[in-house]
């Protein structure tokens, strides 16, 4: 588990931020939004079986970070699985969209057929900071989502993106930028506390620090950055269940 970060006075202030520059922030949200790229929903499978070994049954589900890039391949499912296909026989899902939220996401999968999971990775958090929620409400959320892969999934692992250092994002303008950036470290340490509570894993996301591992947009993640999250989680996987 990873230790917690105390939180800057910085935080106590923001909800006054946003009421005073409440307007420039929409105005700004506006130009992302004409600007950032929609991510195509990648191609290429989202179910199915490969490797050899040991069978291991894993579940991808989150927003465009875990569905978004050029090819399944080369995005975060086929980095993971990249790093599990010689030792295990993986049966694979993805149920992942662009734009996602956390509580979306939970009635998406509650809706769907319960089916046993040895490993769930869950990728959710940065279109509830852009959109407004508000912390304690989308930790509720985020809870939710646990509970439901342990309950409805059986899922013995469950590994948990944080959210990624939006501060360091290029295409956002200040003073948004430093606004989103403050509320994504708030939600991140929140996060830490609650999968430190509920058993899970705690995967940082601090390598987009890195501004030249950003797509070209400013703010997806880059080819490289899917690759190490991958060789990331591939090696928590392979640690747990050894």
Same mark, same amino acid.
Not at 8 to 29: D, E, N, R, W, Y
Not at 163 to 173: A, E, N, Q, Y
């Given at each position: 588990?990873?230790s ?6 910085? !935080? ?5 931020? $946003? ?7 929409? @105005? &700004?949200?506006?130009? =992302?939004?004409?600007? @950032? #790229?929609?991510?195509p ?10 490797? &050899?070994?040991?069978?291991?049954? +894993? ?5 465009? @970070? *875990? ?8 995005? #975060? ?6 790093? +599990? ?14 734009? @996602? ?7 998406? +999968? *509650?809706? #769907? ?5 040895? =490993?769930?990775?869950?990728? +959710? ?16 959320? &985020? ?14 692992q ?9 501060? !360091? ?5 200040q ?7 403050? &509320?994504?470290?708030?939600?991140? !340490? ?13 995967? *940082? ?14 703010? !997806?993640?880059?080819? $490289? ?6 060789q990331? =989680? ?9």
């Amino acid at each position: 588990m990873t230790s917690h970060t105390k939180l800057s006075p910085t !935080h106590l202030i923001l909800p006054i931020v $946003k009421v005073v520059l409440g307007p420039l922030f929409l @105005a &700004q949200g506006s130009y =992302v939004r004409r600007k @950032a #790229l929609k991510l195509p929903e990648s191609p290429g499978e989202r179910r199915g079986m490969c490797g &050899q070994g040991r069978p291991l049954r +894993l579940l991808v589900t989150g927003d465009s @970070a *875990a569905a978004g890039a050029d090819t399944q391949e080369e995005g #975060l499912l086929g980095n993971i699985l990249e790093g +599990l296909v010689d030792t295990y026989e993986v049966e694979y899902r993805l149920i992942a969209k662009t734009g @996602a939220k956390t509580r979306s996401t939970v009635k998406r +999968l *509650a809706r #769907l057929e319960s089916v046993a999971y040895d =490993v769930a990775v869950t990728s +959710l958090g940065v279109n509830d900071v852009t959109s407004g929620r508000s912390v304690a409400s989308w930790i509720d959320d &985020q809870r939710r989502l646990i509970n439901l892969l342990h309950e409805h999934y059986s899922v013995k692992q469950v590994l948990i993106f944080g959210l990624p250092p939006v501060s !360091h994002f290029p295409l956002l303008p200040q003073p948004l930028r430093w606004y989103l950036g403050n &509320q994504a470290h708030l939600f991140d !340490h929140r996060l830490k506390q609650l999968t430190n509570e509920l058993d899970c894993d705690y995967v *940082a996301l601090d390598v987009t620090k890195d501004q030249s591992l950003i797509a070209t947009d400013g703010f !997806h993640p880059g080819p $490289k950055v899917y690759e190490l999250w991958g060789q990331d =989680v591939a090696s928590r996987i392979k640690d747990r269940l050894d």
